[in-house]
Protein backbone atom coordinates (compact mmCIF):
# COMPACT_ATOMS: atom_id res chain seq x y z
CA UNK A 1 0.00 0.00 0.00
CA UNK A 2 2.82 2.00 0.44
CA UNK A 3 4.18 2.38 -2.97
CA UNK A 4 0.73 3.61 -4.11
CA UNK A 5 0.02 5.48 -1.35
CA UNK A 6 3.32 7.54 -1.57
CA UNK A 7 3.10 8.18 -5.21
CA UNK A 8 -0.60 9.66 -4.65
CA UNK A 9 -0.07 11.70 -1.56
CA UNK A 10 0.77 14.79 -3.32
CA UNK A 11 -1.75 15.28 -5.66
CA UNK A 12 -3.85 17.39 -3.46
CA UNK A 13 -0.99 20.08 -3.10
CA UNK A 14 0.00 20.69 -6.49
CA UNK A 15 -0.83 24.23 -6.03
CA UNK A 16 1.14 24.67 -3.51
CA UNK A 17 4.27 22.80 -4.30
CA UNK A 18 4.19 24.94 -7.55
CA UNK A 19 3.84 28.13 -5.60
CA UNK A 20 6.98 26.94 -3.32
CA UNK A 21 9.07 26.08 -5.45
CA UNK A 22 8.16 28.57 -8.45
CA UNK A 23 7.72 25.92 -11.09
CA UNK A 24 4.18 25.17 -13.27
CA UNK A 25 1.74 22.93 -12.60
CA UNK A 26 2.11 20.88 -14.83
CA UNK A 27 5.99 20.01 -14.13
CA UNK A 28 4.95 19.81 -10.28
CA UNK A 29 2.53 16.59 -11.56
CA UNK A 30 5.75 15.29 -13.28
CA UNK A 31 6.75 14.76 -9.64
CA UNK A 32 3.59 11.91 -9.33
CA UNK A 33 4.71 10.52 -12.82
CA UNK A 34 8.38 10.08 -11.81
CA UNK A 35 7.37 8.36 -8.92
CA UNK A 36 5.03 6.00 -10.81
CA UNK A 37 7.42 5.16 -13.61
CA UNK A 38 10.23 4.35 -11.04
CA UNK A 39 7.95 2.32 -8.77
CA UNK A 40 6.87 0.44 -12.29
CA UNK A 41 10.56 -0.68 -13.32
CA UNK A 42 12.44 -0.77 -9.81
CA UNK A 43 10.76 -4.41 -9.15
CA UNK A 44 12.69 -5.71 -11.61
CA UNK A 45 15.81 -4.98 -9.41
CA UNK A 46 14.41 -5.74 -5.79
CA UNK A 47 12.98 -9.29 -7.13
CA UNK A 48 16.02 -11.37 -7.99
CA UNK A 49 17.47 -9.37 -5.10
CA UNK A 50 15.02 -10.26 -2.41
CA UNK A 51 15.09 -14.01 -3.85
CA UNK A 52 19.24 -14.62 -3.30
CA UNK A 53 19.73 -12.68 0.44
CA UNK A 54 16.06 -12.73 1.64
CA UNK A 55 13.47 -10.54 2.44
CA UNK A 56 13.84 -9.20 6.04
CA UNK A 57 16.97 -7.72 4.49
CA UNK A 58 15.70 -5.53 1.68
CA UNK A 59 12.31 -4.58 3.54
CA UNK A 60 15.07 -2.86 6.33
CA UNK A 61 16.56 -1.36 3.54
CA UNK A 62 14.35 -0.13 1.60
CA UNK A 63 12.03 0.89 4.77
CA UNK A 64 15.36 2.97 5.82
CA UNK A 65 16.37 4.30 2.66
CA UNK A 66 12.76 6.01 1.75
CA UNK A 67 12.67 7.48 4.85
CA UNK A 68 15.86 8.79 4.04
CA UNK A 69 14.24 10.10 0.41
CA UNK A 70 11.04 12.05 2.52
CA UNK A 71 12.90 13.41 4.62
CA UNK A 72 14.91 14.94 1.89
CA UNK A 73 11.79 15.81 -0.03
CA UNK A 74 10.51 17.68 2.84
CA UNK A 75 13.79 19.38 3.00
CA UNK A 76 13.96 20.06 -1.03
CA UNK A 77 14.71 24.25 -1.71
CA UNK A 78 14.15 23.46 -5.66
CA UNK A 79 11.97 21.20 -7.72
CA UNK A 80 15.35 19.52 -9.11
CA UNK A 81 15.93 18.64 -5.72
CA UNK A 82 12.37 17.25 -4.79
CA UNK A 83 11.89 15.19 -8.22
CA UNK A 84 15.29 13.17 -7.09
CA UNK A 85 14.07 12.81 -3.89
CA UNK A 86 11.00 11.77 -5.69
CA UNK A 87 12.73 9.29 -7.28
CA UNK A 88 15.06 7.72 -4.49
CA UNK A 89 11.90 7.27 -2.12
CA UNK A 90 10.13 5.43 -5.47
CA UNK A 91 13.41 3.26 -5.79
CA UNK A 92 13.37 2.02 -2.28
CA UNK A 93 9.62 1.98 -1.72
CA UNK A 94 9.21 -0.94 -4.35
CA UNK A 95 9.83 -3.89 -2.87
CA UNK A 96 6.83 -3.74 -1.17
CA UNK A 97 5.72 -4.19 -4.73
CA UNK A 98 7.49 -6.75 -5.74
CA UNK A 99 7.08 -9.01 -3.58
CA UNK A 100 4.42 -8.50 -1.51
CA UNK A 101 2.21 -10.93 -2.83
CA UNK A 102 5.12 -13.37 -2.33
CA UNK A 103 5.28 -12.88 1.35
CA UNK A 104 1.53 -13.24 1.78
CA UNK A 105 1.41 -16.55 -0.34
CA UNK A 106 4.40 -17.64 1.76
CA UNK A 107 2.93 -16.49 5.35
CA UNK A 108 -0.54 -17.93 5.32
CA UNK A 109 -2.21 -21.63 5.18
CA UNK A 110 -3.39 -22.02 1.38
CA UNK A 111 -7.37 -21.90 2.99
CA UNK A 112 -6.58 -18.69 4.53
CA UNK A 113 -4.49 -16.93 1.41
CA UNK A 114 -6.93 -16.10 -0.65
CA UNK A 115 -8.96 -13.91 1.81
CA UNK A 116 -5.16 -12.55 2.71
CA UNK A 117 -4.21 -12.03 -0.62
CA UNK A 118 -7.50 -10.23 -1.34
CA UNK A 119 -7.38 -7.64 1.28
CA UNK A 120 -3.22 -7.31 0.43
CA UNK A 121 -4.88 -5.95 -3.35
CA UNK A 122 -7.70 -4.12 -1.77
CA UNK A 123 -5.05 -2.12 0.34
CA UNK A 124 -2.74 -1.53 -2.60
CA UNK A 125 -5.56 -0.39 -4.75
CA UNK A 126 -7.15 2.04 -1.38
CA UNK A 127 -3.84 3.67 -1.77
CA UNK A 128 -4.30 5.80 -4.81
CA UNK A 129 -8.17 7.32 -3.40
CA UNK A 130 -6.69 7.38 0.20
CA UNK A 131 -3.82 9.34 0.36
CA UNK A 132 -4.96 12.45 -1.34
CA UNK A 133 -8.25 12.79 0.73
CA UNK A 134 -6.16 12.32 3.72
CA UNK A 135 -2.96 14.36 3.02
CA UNK A 136 -5.11 17.48 1.76
CA UNK A 137 -6.23 17.76 5.19
CA UNK A 138 -2.95 17.47 6.30
CA UNK A 139 -1.36 20.10 4.08
CA UNK A 140 -4.34 22.65 4.56
CA UNK A 141 -3.48 22.39 8.45
CA UNK A 142 0.60 22.16 8.79
CA UNK A 143 1.87 22.88 5.34
CA UNK A 144 2.48 20.50 2.56
CA UNK A 145 6.33 19.03 3.28
CA UNK A 146 4.69 17.78 6.37
CA UNK A 147 2.89 15.59 4.12
CA UNK A 148 6.84 14.03 3.70
CA UNK A 149 7.67 13.77 7.84
CA UNK A 150 4.24 12.11 7.82
CA UNK A 151 5.43 9.65 5.21
CA UNK A 152 9.09 9.45 6.79
CA UNK A 153 7.47 8.48 10.33
CA UNK A 154 5.48 5.68 8.89
CA UNK A 155 8.40 4.05 7.48
CA UNK A 156 10.58 4.10 10.81
CA UNK A 157 7.35 2.62 12.54
Do not use: H
Not at 72 to 89: E, H
Not at 106 to 120: H, L
Amino acid sequence: MMGTFTASSIQSVFENISEDLDVSMQRTSYLVSLFIAVLGGAPLFWRPLCNRYGRRPIFLISLICSLVGNVGCAKSPSYATMGLCRAITAFFISPAAAIGSAVVAETFFRKDRARCMGAWTVMVTLGVPAAPFIFGFVALRVGYRWIYYILAIVSFL
